[in-house]
C-alpha cells in the first residue's frame, strides 16, 4: 500500500511492492541492479496484478457478470491470483493445472476456493505439449454456458495489469532505467512493463528472457525444463516485437544456483524464474558497466517451492 491507512479491500493491497537494489551477488565494476519484490503481493507473485485487472476489465465491459464461473489454465500462480480475486468477487473458478507444478501452487488454489482439474504430465517436466494440452481442456470448458475464459496467453487485460507494475519503477528509480529484462510465459509482465518504460525513456533496452533448454524465441524450438511459469512450448501470442529489443536464453542451473545465493546473500526468497532474471541482469550489468541501471523483477516468493528441490539440491 501506499499510505499506512488500513486497506478498504484485500483488492487493494496489490502492488506497491518494494524496489531494493542488489548488494552482493552483483560484481564491482558492473552497472547498479535493482529488483522488484513481487512475492510480496498478496498470493505471492505478480500474478495478482494480471488477474484483478483481467477479472475488472471483463466485468466493465459486461463479458463476466455475477453467477458466472471463471476458467483458466495455468501452473498454479496465475491461478492462485484468480482463485484470490473471484474469492474476493464471488465467483466460482475452475483451473486446470497439472502436477508438473508446484504442490503448494495447487492447494492454495484450493484453499481460496477454486475447482482444480489436473492434466498429468510426462515426468513431472513442463514439456511443449503440457500448456497446450491445459489450454484446450480449459477453452473445451468455456465453451459451456456461463463461463469465462480468462485466457491469460492471449488476453490483451493482462497487460493492463503490469503497466502499474512499470509506473512503480518510474517513481522508485528517479536516476532512470538503461536495461530492463525479464524472463517470459504469456510475457504479460515483460510486456506491460516495457509500454511503460519504452513511454518515458525511449533508450531503455529491453530483454526477453527463456529457460536455454526451451529455446522458443531464440532458437525457435522448445524443450523440457523446470522453471515454473516460462518457456510454455510456444512464442506467447501477447510478445510484440516493438516492446523488446533482444532475447536470450539462461541457463536453468545458473539460475537456480543464484535462487540460493538470492536467500541466502541478499535475504531474497524468491522462485527459479526470478533466478533466470538475475543471472540475465548480472550479465546485462556487466555489458552496460558502471553508470547504468539494469532492472528485473524477483517474480514471486520462495516459499511456493519448499517442497520441492530448488533452495536444497547442490
Ligand atoms: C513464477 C513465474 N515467473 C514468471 C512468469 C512469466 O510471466 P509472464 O506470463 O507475464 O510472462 C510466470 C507466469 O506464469 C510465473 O508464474
Redesign the pocket.
Known sequence: MSTNRPARVVLETIGNTPCIELQNVVPGDCARVFLKLEGLNPTG?Y?DRMARAVIEEAERRGDLKPGMTVVEAT?G??GSSLAFVCAIKGYDFTVVSSNAFAVEKLKTMAAYGATVDIVPSSGGKITPELIPAMRSKAKEISLMDGYYYAD?FCNPDVLIGYEGLGRELLEQIPEGIDAFCG????????MGVSRILKSHYADCRVTVLEPASAPMITKGYGGPHSV???GIGFI?PLLDKRLYDDARAVDEGEGRAISRRLAQEEGILA?A?TGLNVVAAIQLAKELGPGNIVVTVA??SGLKYLQGDLFTKK
Open positions: 507473485s500474478k501452473g500462480s496465475t491469460q524472463a517470459v510465459g504469456g510475457a504479460g509482465m515483460v515454473e511459469g516460462i506467447p522462485g524464474s517474480c514471486d
